[in-house]
């Protein structure tokens, strides 16, 4: 059991690059989210899905794109880099469920420079 | 949209001694309190959290408390030890129609002085 794979692990980009961050979590959570942390700041919602199909903006979504095409995986698209955007990124989990302990299961981030 | 705000931003301690880390949130609709714990190098971890339907909850050496009507949430760690060093995080979210967005406070550094 796996749990949120990250990849990479970390990453440099040229202002003005793209690319994807992946994130798979193998625990069929129906909730899923990236939070972008920034030393002082915590961690901020970029954006989150409650599903397949379904995904919502958070706190700070300027500068990404997301999707949702199955339950396991929520890749987070910088559509064009800026220095702004260096920051470590963590993509997180959790079941639908309103009882209980029900946490976020957190991958291991994803440390991105952009130049 | 929630606010979380997390003081104090750095704390340290002697071993042995307690900590205490305090949130406020502005939405009264959030019912959900977690707090994590991240040590250097990885993500954020789970500790204890506790539902807008109960005033404290306890584990151990860790314990939080709910105030509903101030807005306002603690987490406690008792007979603090040097392995207990690291960022504490609590978060707010409000579960059930309204969905389930999480935010989070800005994190203490807690240092635990051996």
């Known amino acids: 059991n796996a749990g949120v794979t990250q990849t990479p692990k970390f990453q440099v980009l040229k202002t003005g690059q793209s690319m994807t961050l992946q994130c798979a979590q193998d625990?069929?959570?129906?909730?899923m989210s990236w939070y972008r942390q920034d030393p002082g700041m915590g961690l901020r919602l970029i954006h989150y899905?409650?599903?397949?199909?379904?995904?919502d903006q958070g706190e700070v979504p300027n500068g990404y794109n997301v999707s949702r095409s199955t339950t396991e995986d929520f890749p987070l698209r910088l559509l064009s880099a800026a220095p702004s955007q260096t920051s470590v990124y963590f993509c997180?989990?959790?079941?639908?469920?309103?009882?209980?302990?029900?946490?976020?299961?957190f991958g291991s981030g994803t440390r991105l420079t952009v130049v | 949209g929630e606010n979380v705000e997390q003081h104090p931003s750095t704390l340290s301690v002697q071993e042995g001694d307690s900590a205490v880390i305090k949130c406020t949130y502005s939405?009264?609709?959030?019912?959900?309190f977690p707090w994590y714990k991240q040590e250097l190098g990885k993500g954020p971890q789970l500790i204890i959290d506790?539902?807008?339907?109960?005033g404290e909850k306890k584990d151990q050496r860790i314990a939080v408390t709910l105030n509903k009507t101030a807005k306002h949430f603690s987490l406690h760690i008792t007979e603090t030890q040097p392995e207990d060093s690291a960022v504490y995080f609590c978060?707010?979210?409000?579960?059930?129609?309204?969905?389930?967005?999480?935010?989070f406070g800005a994190g203490t550094r807690l240092f635990v002085k051996a």
């Open positions: 997180a989990s959790r079941a639908r469920r309103t009882g209980g302990s029900n946490g976020y299961t």
């Open positions: 625990m069929n959570h129906e909730y």
């Open positions: 899905s409650v599903g397949a199909g379904i995904t």
């Open positions: 939405d009264s609709a959030s019912n959900y």
């Open positions: 506790i539902r807008s339907n109960v």
């Open positions: 978060a707010a979210s409000m579960e059930g129609t309204g969905g389930f967005k999480t935010i």
